[in-house]
């Protein structure tokens, strides 16, 4: 069975002009529609993830971690850029903030600190991307914004099905953060490149990305 909600909906909900993370105005158009995300998660990963939240929870915190660093690689790689020198930063730092909240979540939780064997998911996106520029400038970004995008869909299905309520409100206001950062790349992807040719290679890529998820992976994991 399908689950569950859909981007745009919590996506536009979540950017307040107060909450707007990279200095930007994100209009509610400015978000493609959940056609971008080819497929719902399914509730074999919903059931998968809650029965083993202490192993999504050590995965997460990876998750957080690489989040941070791809905002910073990105930036290294094109810095005479403005627009990434000015939305990044502030992305970088949340998601080490959102490390640190995971973290402490784990020391709560009495988890001894390791880090999971990661899926193949980041890794065979990642080999999506092109070599040569400006392909590859493209791709870094629209990749990012897509493990954004399902990051937020799936801390959102934690946030309605977590069995601890705490719990459970932590990932609900993580689900907005993740929202915002599928905003950041995606409006830097249409300031940087053509828009159009921008959705057409996001929605290539988003369809290799439900496909890659279209087996769930053994081990639990945020993107399994
Ligand atoms: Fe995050
Ligand atoms: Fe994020």
């Known amino acids: 069975m399908a689950a569950v909600h859909r981007l745009t909906d919590t996506a536009n909900a979540a950017v307040s002009p107060e909450e707007t993370l990279t ?10 529609t959940i056609r971008f995300l080819k497929s719902a998660t399914s509730q074999a990963w919903v059931d998968q993830a809650i029965a083993n939240m202490d192993e999504i929870l ?9 989040a941070a660093a791809v905002a ?20 970088a730092q949340e998601e080490l903030e959102h490390f640190e909240q995971v ?13 999971p064997k990661a899926p193949p998911y ?8 092109r070599r040569q520029d400006p392909h590859r400038f493209l791709d870094s970004l629209l990749v990012a914004g897509l493990i954004e995008a399902r990051s937020h869909e ?6 309605q099905h977590c069995p601890d309520p705490k719990l ?8 907005a953060s993740e929202a915002r950062h599928y905003g950041a790349y995606w409006v830097l992807a249409k300031r940087e490149f053509d828009e159009e040719l921008a959705r057409d290679r996001l929605y290539g890529l988003a369809t290799v990305e439900s496909e890659i998820l279209s087996t769930l992976h053994h081990h639990p994991r945020v993107h399994s």
Request: charged fraction near 25%; include cysteine.
């Open 168 to 175: 459970a409100v932590f990932y609900r206001g993580l689900m």
């Open 58 to 66: 050590l995965d997460h915190a990876q998750c957080e971690r690489k």
């Open 23 to 32: 200095h930007e105005t994100l209009a509610d158009n400015e978000f493609p």
């Open 154 to 159: 799936r801390l959102g299905l934690l946030g």
């Open 122 to 129: 980041g890794g065979r996106l990642r080999s999506l991307i």
């Open 103 to 115: 973290n402490r979540w784990l020391r709560k939780r009495g988890v001894k600190l390791r880090a």
């Open 72 to 91: 910073i690689q990105i930036m290294a790689q094109y810095p005479a850029k403005p627009a990434l020198v000015k939305a990044l930063p502030a992305l």
